[in-house]
């Protein structure tokens, strides 16, 4: 059974830093590249970043550019999203997510990414 499993979330005040890790689980994903999307109530889910499938390479969306580092340890099957100067608007559920096959460079896309974590709760006090 493939899993993709997030962990890390919790409340941080505004300023702070947290670390979501995405253990994955049932097969290796060396071929595929990973990506992490968010949720906040009553709003699409969003692009966040992204991460080609040998690590060359890392996206961003531009509300997190600067703030946000994605990572993986192909051999652990884990990629991390650091988050620094965290801000209310930060608050959401973060989703992990991975995909084989991104088409023309489209890793902010949804329908590119085939499997799909449980989600964990960010939530960033003011």
């Known amino acids: 059974q493939v899993q993709l499993v997030e962990s890390g979330g919790g409340l941080v005040q505004a300023g702070g830093s947290l670390r979501l890790s995405c253990a994955a689980s049932?097969?290796?994903?060396?071929?595929?590249?990973m990506g992490w999307f968010r949720q906040a109530p009553g709003k699409e889910r969003d692009f966040v970043a992204a991460?080609?499938?040998?690590?060359?390479?890392?996206y961003y969306a531009d509300s997190v550019k600067g703030r946000v580092t994605i990572s993986r340890d192909i051999a652990k099957n884990t990629n991390y999203l650091q988050m620094n100067s965290l801000s209310p608007e930060d608050t959401a559920v973060y989703y992990c997510a991975a995909g084989r096959w991104i088409y023309n460079s489209r890793y902010d896309a949804r329908r590119y990414y085939d499997y799909w974590g449980q989600g964990t709760q960010v939530t960033v006090s003011s």
């Open positions: 991460i080609t499938w040998n690590g060359g390479v890392s």
């Open positions: 049932g097969r290796t994903f060396n071929n595929y590249a």
